[in-house]
């Protein structure tokens, strides 16, 4: 039995839970509807955002997606068991035990790769988005699974790694584990149903040369889309010193895509956005990079007067064209591409847009005027340089040019230094155009800034400054949520109000700034004790609220009296001793006398009350258990 067959029946390696287990057993079913797959959604309030939230980046959506319902139809049966599977990985495995394994990085690098085949997958047509995004998202999952089953190997093979970089990391995987990441990814999103159309690629993506693939097939463009994915998240994670190496080897791949040096920037400001957006929701660190423009201006900086053009020179005759094109190079830095005919020059023309366009008027095929009306037409020839020549001059010559658009005319014995005068308004242009450029760039970082500004400012007149947790108006439009969501479902909502017993003894004896401390330290330790999906709240003083979907009385009850003994057996330093601090907690569950979320908090209050009244350090509820 191979070590990947041995981990597959160990039970050691990351599997989703709850919901998106739920959904993916539901799907497993042959008469499986997506209606039932909706309710399930449902139940998990942030599952449901994010499918809602990414059904709505696809460019092709005409009007927004706004209920789970619309969201899983339009996704589809398939896209919402791999959208539930990727979220559920992601939230239960943001830590654990390889010291050497930067699970948050893990995480940001994986983000970054989804987003990236989502946004490749809107211009090459091989697969839905949203799958190529989970495709990415998990494309590196064999790491987290070597880093889950084996941490302390695993972390031997990444201090071996970064001691001896000139071996790749799955030889030092193989070495060590007799696995790969690379084997053990496939085999585990393979068992996830996954298809094997985007599976395949994984196992030759990160070494393209051995893989021996039609350059012309899917299985190619689907590794190249990864290698793109790959080095973007490279650069998403990189020194600001290595990002304009990384961006010119990632502007070199992506030509292989059809992406091209004018595009490349706006794709990757793009994606990088929506990297920051998304990890803002998720809870995942990303970078504030800068705009393309100005990291790639960090690989090679050009005097303003010194740019380099791109010209084509067409002109049927090879003698005066080899002339030309001399006179151009001469002393200078630009790139001339030659054309024997106006409809070459047109084909060049767009294919490499040229600043300037020396076109003689007796072009075969399509003659200079031709060529320059049909650039006109474009919106790229409009922003090119034209200069029709001819070899005679003429007035008539001159007023020709000018009449089918062009810049200006040029004599065919024109000399270097009258060659050079006439390219200096290209050059203005040039010039006008970064410059420009820049600006933009600059009004693009402000609005970044400014959208991470206000979306910093949201949070925090939502969170409680001094404990971290969401506050009262977080806690209100939370829970409004969880009702609207348990209506919708059918699913039962609980509350807990709990209060810290002798609180204002503590704050009276010792002091407001123990009483904070004490205040800190009971958030945490509910936070960390409450149950996954649950979410907690400080409502107001020493009161704290726990919303507990998809949670009857029973099991709200069990949760809350072990949040209850939790705090007692924790000790903090007030005055000058460790001490235990109690709770009192009251809890209420959504019935048919609770008409909104308004009675729901009262009946949660009364049920305190009764905790408090009876002696303190108790669980209380004035309802009955089968209610």
């Given at each position: 039995m191979t070590q990947t067959e041995q981990l597959k029946i160990s039970g050691q390696l990351p599997s989703p839970k709850g919901v998106a287990l739920a959904i993916l057993e539901l799907t497993q079913r042959e008469n499986a509807t997506l209606g039932e797959i909706a309710r399930v959604v449902q139940t998990d309030p942030a599952?449901?955002?994010?499918?809602?939230?990414?059904?709505n980046t696809a460019s092709h959506i005409s009007r927004p997606v706004v209920s789970v319902q619309e969201a899983v139809v339009r996704q589809g049966m398939s896209v919402v068991?791999?959208?539930?599977?990727?979220?559920s990985l992601l939230d239960q495995y943001r830590t654990g035990a390889c010291e050497s394994f930067d699970y948050q990085s893990y995480w940001s690098h994986s983000l970054l790769m989804g987003l990236t085949m989502q946004a490749l997958g809107e211009r090459v047509k091989v697969g839905a988005t949203d799958e190529?995004?989970?495709?990415?998202?998990?494309?590196?999952i064999g790491k987290l699974a070597l880093a889950t089953a084996y941490p302390a190997e695993y972390h031997a093979v990444q201090t071996a790694w970064r001691n001896d970089p000139s071996q790749t990391l799955?030889?030092?995987?193989?070495?060590?584990?007799?696995?790969d990441h690379v084997e053990l990814g496939i085999v585990m999103m393979t068992d996830w149903g996954l298809p094997k159309v985007f599976t395949n690629p994984l196992s030759h993506y990160e070494n393209p040369d051995s893989a021996g693939i039609p350059d012309d097939s899917r299985s190619n463009s689907l590794s190249l889309m990864l290698c793109l994915a790959h080095q973007l998240a490279d650069l998403g994670l990189a020194d600001a010193d290595a990002r304009p190496r990384l961006t010119q080897k990632w502007m070199k791949l992506a030509i292989e895509l059809d992406i091209h040096a004018d595009t490349a920037g706006n794709f990757i400001d793009q994606v990088i956005a929506s990297w920051q957006d998304w990890?803002?929701?998720?809870k995942i660190p990303t970078t504030m990079l800068p705009q393309f423009s100005e990291i790639s201006q960090g690989e090679s900086e050009v005097a303003e007067n010194e740019s380099p053009l791109r010209i084509v020179v067409a002109d049927g005759n090879a003698l005066t064209r080899r002339q030309t094109m001399a006179l151009l190079v001469e002393d200078s830095g630009h790139i001339v591409y030659p054309a024997d005919n106006g409809t070459t020059a047109l084909a060049l023309a767009m294919e490499v847009l040229p600043h300037v366009i020396i076109a003689h008027y007796n072009l075969p095929l399509l003659d200079g005027t031709e060529l320059c009306l049909a650039l006109r037409a474009t919106d790229e020839g409009r922003r090119m340089h034209i200069l029709l020549m001819a070899d005679e001059h003429g007035e008539e010559h001159v007023n020709q040019a000018f009449d089918v658009g062009a810049d200006g005319f040029i004599p065919s014995t024109i000399s270097v230094q009258g060659l050079r005068t006439r390219l200096n308004a290209a050059q203005r242009m040039v010039q006008l155009q970064d410059a420009w450029e820049k600006d933009r760039a600059q009004l693009r970082q402000n609005a970044a800034e400014l959208a991470v500004a206000n979306r910093r400012l949201a949070n925090a007149a939502l969170t409680d400054l001094l404990t971290g947790l969401p506050n009262r108006r977080s806690a209100m439009d939370q829970l409004e949520q969880a009702w609207n969501a348990a209506t919708r479902s059918g699913a039962p909502l609980s509350v807990m109000m709990i209060d810290i017993d002798h609180f204002k003894h503590i704050n009276d004896t010792y002091g407001h700034a123990t009483g904070d401390v004490v205040l800190r330290e009971a958030a945490d330790a509910l936070r960390a004790s409450a149950r996954r999906g649950d979410s907690v709240c400080r409502v107001g003083g020493e009161e704290f609220l726990v919303i507990c979907p998809n949670t009857d009385l029973i099991a709200a009850m069990l949760s809350a009296e072990r949040l209850r003994t939790t705090l007692e057996a924790k000790r903090i330093t007030i005055g000058q001793a460790e001490q235990s601090i109690t709770v009192s907690i009251g809890v209420a569950t959504r019935g048919t006398e609770t008409i909104d979320i308004d009675a729901l908090v009262s009946i949660a209050d009364q049920a305190l009350y009764t905790a408090k009244e009876s002696g303190r350090n108790k669980v209380a509820s004035k309802q009955k258990m089968g209610h």
């Open positions: 599952l449901s955002g994010r499918l809602i939230k990414l059904s068991r791999q959208l539930a599977l990727g979220f190529l995004f989970i495709c990415g998202l998990l494309a590196q799955v030889s030092h995987e193989r070495a060590r584990l007799e696995t990890g803002n929701l998720l």
